[in-house]
C-alpha cells in the first residue's frame, strides 16, 4: 500500500512511494508527529540519479523487517535534495564536519526540533568493509535515544552551536584584483594533471566553472597557460568514457584520473554547463573538436531531456536494465563489447569501431564490456565510415532498455541550459536551439514565476508535467535564471528577458542580501531550518552567491544600474578571500570577477532588423572574448523603438545610414564602428 509519499512530485519521492517504510515528506506534521511519539527522526536524503540511493532503497528500504524496525522506533522522512537543496546543504555540513566526508544518500538521525546527533551516508546490510550494518546503526540510535537522551540532546546543541559558530564573514573583504586571480591560477597550476587534463586524482569531476574562468583569465591577459589547460582538459575528457561517443552529453564524473569508466548518470546542470564551455573554448580557438562537443552536448540536451512542456529534465539514471542478462546495473546502456560490436556492424566495420573506439576483449569497464573512448592512437579512418558506424551503434542501442529520467523541471539548471542552447543557436547558426531556449524560459515564467496579488512574488524551485512544486526557489534559481535571460536577450535582442532578469535580481537585493553583503541561500521569509544556509563555493554547479554576483553585474552593465553593480562587487568579496586559497571550488566567482576586472564591456548594436550588416555586427559582438561582455541589438535610437528596448540602445544611432555598434568600457566609449572585423578588434584581449 502506497506511503504518504504517493501524492509528491518529485520522481525520486515517488520512486520510494510503494517502499514499506512509513516515509513521511519534510514537513511540520511529520516533526510533530515524531514530538508526541517520542522517536527520533531518520532523515534521509537522495536524489532519482543516485546510484548508491537506488541500492541502499532495494536493500533496505524495501526489506519487510528493516522497514518494520524503522516504522515502530522512528519517524522516516525522505527528501529529494534537489528539491530542497536547503534542507540537503544543512545537514551535509553537519555531516562533513562530523565525519570528514559526505555524500548521498545521506543519513541524518535528529530529535523533534529538526537537531540532528547522530550521521553517515550509505549502510549496507549485513557488516562490510568496517561499516555497521544499517539495522546495528539503527538499534545503537534507538538505544541511545533511550537509555542515555540526555547525552543525545548534548550532542545535538553541540552540534547546532558548532553550526551557528560558522558563519562566514566576507563583509569586510574588498573586490578581488589582478593580483588575487593571478594567484588562482598558480594554485590551479599546482593542482593540475599535465598528463590526463583536469584537476586532482580519482574520482574526476568535469571542472566545468574552473574552465570558464581559464577562458576567461586568457581572454584578459592572453596567458597561454591558461588557455592550454582548458584546451587540454576538454579534449581529454571529449576523448574519454565519460563522453557519450554516440548520443553526445557527459556523465557526472569519472571513477578513474584518465577520464574512461564515468558514473553514467546524465545531469542537465552538467551538460549545460560544459556545452557551453566548449562553445566558449571554440569561440576563443576555433578548434573543431570544441565546436563538435558543444552542438552534440545541445543536441544531447534538446532530444533526450527536454520536456513536453518545453522544459529540461534534471537527469538519466546512471542504472539501466542490461538486455543480455535482465539484471538492472549500472552503465548497461552505454557498454559494448567487440562481440557486440561486431553483431551490430559485421566482421570488418566491428573490427574498425573497436579499435576506434577502445573497445577490447579484456574491457575497460566491468564483466569484460568497454566505454566507448576515442583513443589518441586510434585507427586513421574514413570520417564518413565513422559517422555511419556511430548512426547504427546509436539505432542498436537506442534499441535497449534505456535509463530512466528524473522529469521534474528544477529552475536554476534550466537558467543553464537556456544560456548554453542560446549561445550555440547563435554561435553556430542554428535558430533552433535559441528557439528551445526560448520555450524554456516561457516555461519558466508562465509555470514557476507567481507573481499573484496579496502574497510576495517568488521564483518556485521545481515543477513536473507543467504542475509547478510546493518548494521556494532559492538563490541558485534566481541567479542562473536570471543568467539564462541575459544570454537570451543578448542572442535574441527581445528586452522582455532583459525585464525579467531585472525583476529576479531585485528580488534577489530585496531577499536574500545581508547587511554585509554577503548572500544567503534561501530568502528572508522561507522556512527557518536549524541554520540559514550560505554557501559561496561551487559544487556540481554555480553557488547561488557567486551565480547571482555574475547577474547582478551583467545586469548593472545593461542598465548602468549603481546598486546591482555595488551588490555584485560587495558579494565578490567572497572571491578575494577564497579564490587564491581554494581556486578550484571557488570557479564561477572567478569568472565573475574576470569581466569585473575587464568592465565588463558595454555593446550596443544598431540597425534594422533585415539587414545583413546588423546581424554581422551582432555575430562579432556575440563572439567577442571579452570577459562578462553584454551586448544589446536593436533600431537605432532615436527612432521608432517601441516596448522592451535595452538602456544600452539609447540615443544609438546609424554612422552613415549603416549598421553601427558601439563598445563602452570604465566610462568611456570606443569610436562606433560599421566593421565587424574593427569590432571584433575592440572586444579582443587586453593586455597590461
Given at each position: ?22 516515509w ?19 532523515l534521509?536524503v ?13 536493500e ?14 522512528f ?37 523533534a ?118 584546451a ?111 553483431e ?81 543557436g ?11 531556449a ?59 528577458w ?20 554577503s ?10 531550518l ?42 565578490l ?72 528596448e ?6 544609438r544611432?546609424?554612422?552613415?545610414d ?31
Amino acid at each position: 500500500m502506497p506511503n504518504r509519499l504517493a501524492n509528491e512530485t518529485s520522481p525520486y519521492l515517488l520512486q520510494h512511494a510503494d517502499n514499506p517504510v512509513d516515509w513521511w515528506p519534510w514537513s511540520p506534521e511529520a516533526f510533530a508527529e515524531a514530538r508526541e511519539r517520542g522517536v527520533p527522526v531518520l532523515l534521509s536524503v537522495g536524489y532519482s540519479s543516485c546510484h548508491w540511493c537506488h541500492v541502499m532503497a532495494h536493500e533496505s528500504f524495501e526489506d519487510d523487517p528493516t522497514a518494520a524496525y524503522m516504522n515502530e522506533h522512528f519517524v522516516n522522512i525522505k527528501v529529494d535534495r534537489e528539491e530542497r537543496p536547503d534542507v540537503d546543504a544543512v545537514y551535509m555540513e553537519a555531516v562533513q564536519a562530523a565525519t570528514g566526508q559526505g555524500g548521498w544518500p545521506m543519513t541524518v538521525f535528529l530529535t523533534a526540533d529538526a537537531e540532528p546527533f547522530y550521521f553517515g551516508t550509505y549502510f549496507p546490510p549485513e557488516p562490510r568493509h568496517g561499516m555497521p550494518s544499517f539495522l546495528q546503526v539503527l538499534e545503537g540510535v534507538r538505544a541511545a535515544w533511550v537509555g542515555r537522551p540526555e547525552e543525545v540532546a548534548e550532542v545535538a546543541q553541540k552540534i547546532v552551536r558548532d553550526l551557528a559558530g560558522r558563519q562566514l564573514d566576507y563583509g569586510k573583504a574588498g573586490t578581488p584584483g589582478p593580483e588575487e586571480l593571478a594567484q588562482a591560477l598558480l594554485g590551479l597550476t599546482r593542482e593540475y594533471d599535465a598528463v590526463r587534463g583536469g584537476f586532482g586524482g580519482a574520482p574526476k569531476f568535469p571542472p566545468s566553472m574552473v574552465l570558464e574562468f581559464l577562458l576567461r583569465h586568457h581572454a584578459r591577459t592572453g596567458s597561454e597557460g591558461a588557455l592550454q589547460m582548458a584546451a587540454d582538459t576538454c579534449e581529454a575528457m571529449a576523448r574519454g568514457g565519460i563522453y557519450d561517443q554516440l548520443g553526445g552529453g557527459f556523465a557526472r564524473y569519472s571513477v578513474d584520473r584518465e577520464w574512461v569508466v564515468p558514473h553514467f548518470e546524465k545531469m542537465l546542470y552538467d551538460n549545460a554547463l560544459l556545452c557551453r564551455v566548449y562553445a566558449h573554448l571554440w569561440r576563443a580557438t576555433g578548434s573543431e573538436l570544441a565546436r563538435r562537443v558543444a552542438l552534440e552536448t545541445a543536441d544531447f540536451m534538446v532530444r533526450e531531456l527536454r520536456t513536453a512542456q518545453g522544459g529540461f529534465a534534471s537527469a538519466l539514471d546512471a542504472d539501466s536494465e542490461d538486455p543480455l542478462t535482465g539484471e538492472h546495473v549500472e552503465g548497461a546502456y552505454y557498454a559494448w563489447t567487440p562481440a557486440r560490436l561486431r553483431e551490430v556492424l559485421g566482421e570488418d566495420d566491428g573490427a574498425l569501431a573497436a579499435g576506434y573506439f577502445g573497445v577490447t576483449e579484456e574491457g575497460t569497464f566491468e564483466h569484460g564490456t568497454s566505454v566507448l573512448q576515442l583513443p589518441q592512437d586510434g585507427p586513421a579512418v574514413d570520417a564518413e565510415r565513422i559517422a555511419g558506424i556511430r548512426e547504427r551503434l546509436l539505432a542498436a542501442r537506442a534499441e535497449r532498455p534505456a535509463p530512466g529520467r528524473d522529469d521534474k523541471v528544477v529552475a536554476a539548471w534550466n537558467g543553464l541550459a537556456i544560456a548554453a542552447l542560446a549561445e550555440c543557436g547563435a554561435y553556430f547558426d542554428r535558430p533552433d536551439l535559441v528557439e528551445r531556449a526560448t520555450e524554456a524560459a516561457d516555461l519558466l515564467v508562465r509555470v514557476h514565476f507567481d507573481a499573484a496579488a496579496g502574497r510576495a512574488p517568488r521564483l518556485s524551485r521545481t515543477s513536473k508535467d507543467g504542475r509547478v512544486g510546493a518548494n521556494a526557489g532559492v538563490l541558485e534559481d534566481y541567479g542562473d535564471v536570471a543568467e539564462g535571460f541575459l544570454a537570451l536577450a543578448a542572442v535574441t535582442g527581445e528586452g522582455v528577458w532583459l525585464e525579467f532578469a531585472g525583476f529576479l535580481l531585485d528580488l534577489v537585493l530585496d531577499r536574500f542580501a545581508a547587511e554585509d553583503g554577503s548572500l544567503y541561500d534561501t530568502a528572508h521569509d522561507a522556512e527557518q531550518l536549524i541554520r540559514r544556509p550560505q554557501d559561496p563555493t561551487d559544487t556540481a554547479a554555480p553557488s547561488g552567491w557567486t551565480a547571482a554576483a555574475g547577474a547582478l553585474l551583467s545586469y548593472a552593465a545593461h542598465t548602468g544600474s549603481q546598486a546591482h553593480r555595488t551588490a555584485a562587487e560587495r558579494a565578490l568579496g567572497v572571491v578575494q578571500a577564497l579564490g587564491p586559497r581554494v581556486p578550484r571550488f571557488i570557479g564561477h566567482g572567478l569568472s565573475v570577477a574576470e569581466a569585473l576586472l575587464d568592465g565588463p564591456r558595454e555593446v550596443a548594436v544598431v540597425g534594422h532588423p533585415e539587414d545583413p550588416a546588423r546581424a554581422a555586427l551582432h555575430r562579432a559582438a556575440l563572439l567577442g572574448t571579452a570577459p562578462g561582455a553584454v551586448v544589446a541589438v536593436g533600431l537605432p535610437q532615436p527612432a521608432e523603438g517601441g516596448e522592451g528596448e535595452f538602456p544600452l540602445l539609447a540615443e544609438r544611432t546609424l554612422v552613415r545610414d549603416l549598421p553601427a555598434a558601439y563598445v563602452c568600457r570604465h566610462f568611456v566609449c570606443a569610436r562606433p564602428t560599421t566593421d565587424p572585423v574593427e569590432l571584433a578588434e575592440q572586444l579582443g584581449a587586453v593586455r597590461p
